[in-house]
C-alpha cells in the first residue's frame, strides 16, 4: 500500500508549511484554504477516516481536537473558528487520512456544505 499524501508530509518527503508539530500529530496550512486561517491537523498514525476508527484510537481523536484548541489561541481567534471532520466521498474527502479542518477568520455559514 502506497503513502498518503499526509503520510509523505510528516516523513517530510512533500514540503508543506508547518504550524504546529508534536510526537502525535502536525499541523499544516492547507494548500487550497476556503477561508483565511485553514489549517489541517492530521494524526501521524494512520487513521484512515473517523467512521474506521477504534476504540484505541480515542486518545488520539482527543489529542487532535485539544491541539485545534492550541492553536486557534495561538493564532489569537477571538471571533471563533470551525472544525470540520470529513468522512467518505460525500462528505468530500480527498485523502483517506483522517484530519481536521480548522477554518477561521470569515464569517461560515449554516448549515455547512
Avoid at 476504540?55 to 477571538?78: F, I, M, R
Wanted: glycine residues 6%.
Amino acid at each position: 500500500m502506497s503513502k498518503t499524501l499526509f503520510q509523505k508530509i510528516i516523513d517530510r518527503e512533500i514540503p508543506a508549511k508547518i504550524e504546529h508539530e508534536d510526537d502525535r500529530c502536525i499541523v499544516i496550512h492547507d494548500i487550497q484554504p476556503q477561508a483565511p486561517v485553514h489549517l489541517l491537523i492530521i494524526p501521524k498514525k494512520l487513521i484512515p477516516r473517523v467512521g474506521e476508527s477504534t476504540p484505541s484510537d480515542e486518545a488520539q481523536l482527543g489529542h487532535l481536537l485539544v491541539t485545534a484548541g492550541v492553536v486557534a489561541k495561538k493564532l489569537n481567534l477571538p471571533r471563533g473558528f470551525r472544525l470540520v471532520i470529513n468522512n467518505g466521498p460525500d462528505a468530500c474527502e480527498t485523502v483517506p487520512h483522517l484530519h481536521v479542518h480548522l477554518l477561521a477568520q470569515r464569517q461560515l455559514t449554516w448549515p455547512p456544505g
